[in-house]
């Protein structure tokens, strides 16, 4: 085969059983895109070629016995907030440069059991927080399209903005993410990619940098749905390591995908409509319900009103909780140490000021706002009495719908540079998936089509709790209906 890195995940799991090429094989072609591309495209912040190769060799003496795990050989790209034993990991951030976990997460634990191969470390905003992989310390990832109305280098979304670049410039099958607010989901969308945001509690936090305890969670940007679905299986466990696991059966959702959709009910929430969404936007969230109409899916309105709600409360409570995850932070027992200190109280604050970028020390100064005497009541605990509408809101229509059809982004990839003036308006990027963090349920997004530039846009599927199976039903309908195939024109 000419170019083995343009296959989908399920295309090489599927070649390398079939021995008709070796992870070796497949490996080094990575590495070789890795090592001209990367340089431009900045996705990777640590190529791990000879432990890749190793791996891939090791893979290959158990295909040849006839062994092997589902994902064996594959070579995969993991986003740097997962620990990886002996390999650097850093969240993106100078405080943590240097540091070489001495144990795995679980995540990449399971994907190593399942066979598959890791190139390297992917680049990702600091400490998962931005929208546009521009607050990272090792510099902005470059999204590999371009507008044809312009030659701005675009963003390709944050915080898992590594993983999306790397999966659309093939420069790995696929890639592991994290989703606090839309880090899946919507750099998915920019990038022409398939990602999805598993229920909370599937996917193990052990061994994940922490941003918000009670909203991260981990899932994979890939080529297609049935790859989301084959990578995130592999993904999700039962782990006792993390209170926060759910102790549920992980089912085979490759069995889900291109199930018929026929009398699902479809919801279309109106608050969904937000002003100054361009029409491009409101006419593909229009073209994906029809598409679901003719697949013999019912249109359901419905109303989600505390919507309006969700960017506010996920504003409070997410740096509330990266606030005191981060506190660990403090130049004496982990991360960065300023070389010079007059005292213990001044080398706490000059390790911090030096460890963190201006992105998570406005965070983490919002967090300890809302928390401190005068105002928890006032802001985190109200914030946490509208999440819990957000949710109720959700519960309520699950008796209506058996899932969701929203836009993924209100724009398609802006160039980079453009909103970093003005936080307020990189967090509106958030809009239409922070709610499903809130409410810890399942959101896939699906690219669906292209803006008058060429750049591609997505849909979003959110499903009711562990019903990742219909999401994916839904979301494969969708694929097969826009039939998304553009790629991006190289340029890097």
């Known amino acids: 085969m000419s170019d083995l890195t343009k296959l989908t995940l399920k295309g090489a799991v599927d070649g390398l059983k079939a021995k008709a090429f070796t992870s070796a094989e497949i490996t080094q072609a990575f590495l070789t895109n890795i090592a001209a591309s990367n340089p431009t495209l900045n996705a990777y912040v640590e190529v791990t070629a000879d432990k890749a190769l190793e791996m891939a060799k090791a893979s290959d003496a158990r295909l040849a016995a006839g062994q092997g795990g589902a994902l064996e050989g594959a070579p995969l790209g993991i986003k740097d907030l997962f620990c990886t034993d002996g390999v650097q990991t850093t969240a993106g951030s100078n405080m943590l440069r240097g540091f070489v976990p001495p144990y795995e997460s679980t995540v990449t634990a399971n994907l190593w059991r399942d066979g598959a191969v890791m190139l390297g470390k992917l680049n990702m905003d600091e400490f998962a927080m931005g929208s546009s992989n521009e607050t990272s310390a090792f510099g902005p990832v470059k999204n590999p ?198 005292s213990l109280t001044d080398l706490y604050e000059t390790s911090r000021a030096e460890g963190f970028g201006k992105e998570v020390q406005r965070r983490l100064t919002i967090g300890a706002y809302v928390l401190s005497a005068g105002f928890y009541d006032a802001y985190y605990v109200r914030a946490l009495k509208v999440r819990r509408r957000i949710a109720e809101d959700f519960d309520k229509v699950w008796g209506q719908v058996d899932a969701i059809l929203t836009p993924s982004t209100p724009s398609a990839a802006f160039a980079l540079g453009d909103k970093q003036i003005d936080p307020v308006t990189m967090y509106l990027n958030d809009v239409f998936t922070v709610t499903a963090n809130l409410a810890g349920l399942p959101g896939l997004s699906v690219p669906a089509g292209v803006d008058s530039g060429g750049l591609p846009l997505g849909l979003q599927v959110i499903g009711k709790a562990l019903d990742e199976a219909t999401v994916f039903r839904v979301g494969k309908a969708l694929e097969d209906a826009a039939g998304f195939a553009a790629k991006p024109e190289t340029w890097w």
């Open 145 to 342: 399209w371009k507008s044809k109305a312009s030659n701005a280098e675009l963003t390709p979304g944050g915080s898992s903005g590594g993983s999306a670049s790397a999966v659309a410039a093939d420069l790995c099958l696929a890639a592991t993410a994290s989703d606090t607010g839309g880090s899946i989901r919507q750099p998915a969308a920019f990038t022409g990619t398939v990602g999805i945001k598993p229920t909370y509690g599937r996917a193990s936090r052990f061994g994940m940098v922490a941003f918000a305890s009670s909203l991260d969670q981990a899932g994979p940007i890939t080529k297609t749905v049935e790859d989301a679905a084959l990578l995130l299986k592999s993904m999700c466990s039962f782990d006792p390591k993390d209170s926060t696991s759910l102790d549920v059966e992980t089912p085979d959702w490759t069995a889900s995908v291109g199930q018929s959709v026929k009398g699902l009910r479809i919801g279309v929430p109106r608050e969904y409509v937000v002003d100054g969404m361009p029409a491009e936007i409101q006419a593909l969230w229009d073209q994906g319900v029809e598409w679901l109409k003719a697949a013999g899916c019912e249109i359901v309105d419905i109303s989600l009103p505390h919507t309006k709600y969700a960017l506010p409360t996920y504003y409070i409570v997410a740096p509330a909780e990266a606030s005191s995850n981060l506190a660990r932070y403090d130049g004496m027992r982990f991360g960065h140490r300023a070389a010079e200190a007059k």
